[in-house]
């Protein structure tokens, strides 16, 4: 069974530009995640995504969006990229979500993405 | 909100030592806490999830165990080997699907 796919590995971009990152879920995962792990700053929540709605959101702004496909899949969109927001952007997936879940999230490789 | 510690930042033992890693969060309205490795670079391996009503979990070498009044957790690797290298993530779930990771022990195991 294929794991969580995240596209690209790896991104290079210039202050104010925009990026789209890509992450394909375990095979019948309804929930995504998104993390950022920056330098020094250690793993952050970013996103969560279930059934195509936007569920909760950690404490990034506005320009950090994404959306989920009817087929579960994910986008993280950056806009107007800062220098800061050179990071490892993990995406993770679950079989469900909430309270009651008994199941981990998995997670895929990262996206690297460096801000000149 | 939601903090997790883990001690110690790094560890240089020699192979096939137990060691212990540590990790506590201050809110103890937790629905669970999982162990993670990270190898340089890579993505993050799940190792252990320990709900909030369970005391312990293991899996071949590791023991993770999870006290929720005090806040604390701790990673037990017997006989440890220089494949166990890399760097050991904490983390615990509250609400909204959200998981707060610590900073990790950074774990080298020499020959």
């Given at each position: 069974e294929a794991g969580v796919t995240q596209s690209p590995t790896?991104?290079?971009?210039?202050?104010?530009?925009?990026?789209?990152?890509?992450?394909?879920?375990?095979?019948?995962?309804?929930?995504?995640?998104?993390?950022?792990q920056a330098l020094g700053l250690g793993l952050q929540f970013l996103l969560w995504y279930d059934e195509g709605?936007?569920?909760n959101r950690g404490n990034f702004p506005p320009r950090f969006s994404g959306r989920q496909?009817?087929?579960?899949?994910?986008e993280l969109?950056?806009?107007?990229?800062?220098l800061e927001d050179s990071a490892l952007y993990l995406c993770a997936s679950s079989l469900e979500a909430g309270a009651t879940s008994t199941d981990t999230q998995y997670f895929g490789p990262g996206t690297r993405l460096t801000v000149l | 909100k939601q903090e997790v510690t883990q001690i110690p930042a790094a560890l240089s033992v020699p192979e096939g030592?137990?060691?212990?890693?540590?990790?506590?969060?201050?809110?103890?309205a937790i629905y669970n806490l999982q162990w993670f490795r990270q190898d340089p670079g890579k993505g993050l391996t799940s190792l252990l999830l320990i709900q909030s009503s369970q005391r312990e979990q293991t899996s071949g070498r590791l023991?993770?165990?999870?006290?929720?009044?005090s806040g604390r957790s701790t990673l037990y690797i017997a006989a440890s080997q220089p494949g166990d290298s890399a760097t050991y993530l904490c983390a615990v779930e509250t609400s909204g699907s959200r998981l707060t990771f610590g900073e990790g022990t950074q774990l080298t195991v020499n020959p």
């Open positions: 790896h991104l290079i971009k210039t202050r104010g530009q925009q990026v789209t990152l890509r992450c394909s879920p375990i095979s019948g995962h309804t929930s995504v995640y998104w993390y950022q709605e936007e569920r496909f009817p087929n579960y899949s994910s969109n950056v806009n107007a990229l800062e | 030592e137990n060691l212990v890693l540590n990790c506590s969060f201050t809110d103890s023991n993770a165990s999870l006290d929720k009044s």
